[in-house]
């Protein structure tokens, strides 16, 4: 056959597959808008009776009651608390994973709002007040919604969306594991096989209805160190009898701030190297024996990472030598780097621009908070941004910041969340089925 008769042919296959992509976008768009009150209600809710990491109980239970009511194959204490949804398509294809965190932080709420959080909690054997100071109250009932969205549309689905709703993203309590990292270990993307992942946060300083988004490196590892200094113990009044353990410390506080401005090429990479505890002594007239400080590392790739950990090491033990004393140095590895697999980032970001609108999709500087989706995708390609909870009009500088008592998110982006995560699993679905 003659090629002339194949063009309009397959310029109507496109048209046509195009028609239906549009089609099945509006229906999502549709559903989702008609559930925003109901979301903000699951919000308020949430946020009127947070939970800490791994005590997640009655959250995981609404979520469970919720996915099930869809009929939604559901999946509880995964990693404690987690819940794990399931929804096979009407077609076969990918599965494709959705995540939100669920819990809550130590911090007593000040926001003056009608659904503030009054409770209390116990942390690490302290009483405490618990608020949902960074926004995972919002990501649960975005997710929530999302599943609701998807499970209207069931059949036209070409694969399956595996919704996971994770305890313990801020870190579990002292003696016990969760987050992620345990949700990986007990085989969250294996069965069924998970292809992707998409994950999203609310941002307080980022405008309502923007989305904001970087390849590669997006969110820091969060890695701590300790460093113990062993020197000599003298009376106050005779320190030349000393090794003196505080003066050495303060010696090699100076030199790892010359680590990040001195040694890591900024233009490239943020980096971060901060000592938060530095405890020693037991008297003011005593010079101690020893000293230990502890601090975190924050790095957005691998090279820089390894970089900084063997110059605390050198710079700790060498200025350690040169007083006399000697440094032990500890760095362990908290939260793997949060890394945007650049080929996925740039195959979806269409599918963002299209749910905000081109213009409201930027990139965004390094973050070098910590986020432990990234362990998600240490096992397979993900993405994780970032969609606006900054009122129109404010400033990013008018804005409490995240895990703070004052922190408060404006609730306008909660439709742009529904569509933006059921629409990245329904295109990554289409791209694939056309390979």
């Not at 007593?108 to 116990?122: C, D, I, W």
């Not at 270990?185 to 292809?195: A, T």
């Amino acid at each position: 056959m003659n090629n002339y008769y194949l063009i309009p042919a397959l310029l109507l296959f496109t048209i046509g597959i195009q028609a239906q992509n549009t089609a099945l976008k509006n229906k999502i768009t549709t559903k989702a808008t008609s559930l925003e009150s109901k979301v903000v209600s699951w919000r308020r809710d949430l946020h009127q009776n947070p939970e800490l990491g791994n005590r997640e109980f009655k959250t995981a239970e609404k979520i469970a009651t919720h996915l099930q009511s869809l009929g939604i194959e559901v999946k509880t204490g995964v990693a404690k608390t987690g819940v794990v949804g399931i929804l096979k398509g009407g077609k076969p294809g990918p599965v494709v994973a959705l995540r939100a965190d669920m819990d809550a932080l130590p911090v007593m709420e000040r926001a003056n709002l009608p659904f503030a959080s009054k409770v209390t909690g116990e942390y690490n054997g302290a009483s405490v007040g618990v608020m949902h100071a960074c926004g995972h109250d919002t990501h649960v009932a975005i997710l929530m919604g999302t599943a609701e969205v998807l499970a209207s549309v069931k059949n036209e689905i070409k694969g399956t969306v595996v919704f996971i709703f994770q305890p313990a993203e801020e870190g579990p309590p002292e003696g016990e594991e969760g987050g992620a990292e345990l949700m990986v270990k007990e085989g969250v993307l294996n069965n069924p096989k998970v292809d992707v992942i998409f994950g999203l946060h609310i941002n307080a300083q980022t405008e309502v209805g923007q989305i904001k988004y970087r390849p590669k490196g997006t969110m820091a590892s969060s890695d701590w160190f300790t460093i113990k200094i062993n020197g000599k113990q003298s009376h106050g009044a005779y320190p030349w009898q000393s090794i003196d353990p505080i003066v050495t410390a303060s010696q090699i506080v100076m030199g790892l701030q010359t680590i990040v401005s001195r040694n890591v090429n900024l233009t490239q990479n943020a980096a971060v190297v901060s000592v938060g505890q530095i405890n020693a002594g037991v008297r003011s007239n005593i010079i101690p024996e020893s000293l230990t400080m502890s601090g975190t590392i924050r790095t957005l790739d691998a090279e820089t990472q390894d970089f900084i950990h063997g110059k605390i090491k050198t710079i700790a033990t060498n200025i350690a030598t040169s007083a006399g004393a000697t440094a032990e140095v500890a760095i362990t590895k908290k939260t793997l780097i949060t890394y945007n697999e650049p080929s996925l980032t740039e195959q979806m970001l269409p599918t963002l621009q299209a749910a905000a609108g081109k213009e409201n999709v930027q990139l965004t500087e390094a973050v070098t908070g910590a986020e432990d989706f990234s362990f998600y995708q240490a096992k397979i390609p993900g993405l994780y941004y970032f969609i606006g909870g900054m009122p129109k009009g404010k400033k990013p500088s008018d804005m409490p910041s995240h895990h703070t008592p004052d922190f408060y998110i404006d609730e306008g982006s909660f439709v742009l969340g529904m569509t933006s995560m059921a629409n990245l699993a329904l295109d990554y679905m289409e791209m694939k089925s056309k390979k």
